[in-house]
């Protein structure tokens, strides 16, 4: 198979298959890079928002149900899946980092570098990884992946935490008390950003709190059961 960039929704075994619901999750993923480039100061965070909920979701879900079930069905999988992986912790660690960047050039860097490491990603993942799953796997077999990728994807945490392990069954373990923290912080941030004065304050001095919970919860030693150390690459 060719990269799932050039198939059509039937070739990719139809609208459930895993192999569609990624490539949807691309093509949206490519227009919120373009609008955050674009973009300055307030807008750009509200995109920024709309980036984290799609692109965290999103990897959650392969490193839980995809990544695990390509090592399973194919040769190489462990090679492969290490590599984006890899682009994954990084992709983590710069959007840990832009949390707390001033509005300045140093922040615009690390913007244009989470940009390009974010379609770096997508190239890996729709010109290698996915076609060789697609090769490996039966229409109906890429159709249960999809709908289970679909439900954890859904329940998934939507901030970076690269201090969690990339591979089960830390990251498993993690996924319930990150994502109820990361929805509530969500929701103080969009509420931040439509208040003024005391309501904006109060709102993200809370939001931080919940950052500050979520840090700790992330580093307990649990929740790095499985890593594979080559994602461990600037964590303490």
Request: proline share 5%.
């Amino acid at each position: 198979m060719h990269s799932i960039a050039v198939h059509d929704v039937a070739e990719l075994g139809g609208s459930s298959s895993v192999l569609a619901r990624q490539k949807r999750d691309h093509v949206e993923l490519d227009q919120l890079l373009e609008q955050v480039q674009r973009s300055t100061d307030d807008e750009q965070d509200k995109v920024l928002m709309k980036i984290w909920r799609l692109v965290f979701r999103h990897a959650y879900a392969e490193e839980t149900v995809l990544w695990p079930a390509m090592r399973a069905a194919v040769p190489d999988g462990d090679a492969l899946t290490s590599r984006v992986e890899q682009e994954h912790q990084e992709i983590n660690e710069l959007a840990a980092a832009l949390d707390s960047a001033p509005s300045s050039p140093p922040r615009q860097e690390l913007i244009e570098r989470l940009v390009t490491l974010l379609r770096q990603d997508v190239r890996d993942e729709e010109d290698v990884l996915l076609p060789r799953l697609g090769e490996a796997m039966s229409t109906q077999q890429l159709r249960r992946l999809g709908r289970t990728w679909e439900i954890v994807r859904r329940t998934a945490p939507t901030r970076p935490h690269p201090a969690v392990s990339r591979r089960p069954p830390g990251n498993i373990v993690a996924a319930l008390p990150l994502a109820v923290i990361d929805h509530a912080r969500d929701g103080l941030d969009s509420a931040a950003r439509r208040s003024t004065g005391t309501t904006r304050a109060a709102a993200g001095q809370v939001s931080r709190a919940l950052a500050g919970a979520a840090a700790r919860i992330e580093r307990l030693g649990l929740l790095r059961v499985g890593e594979d150390a080559s994602t461990r690459t600037r964590r303490t």
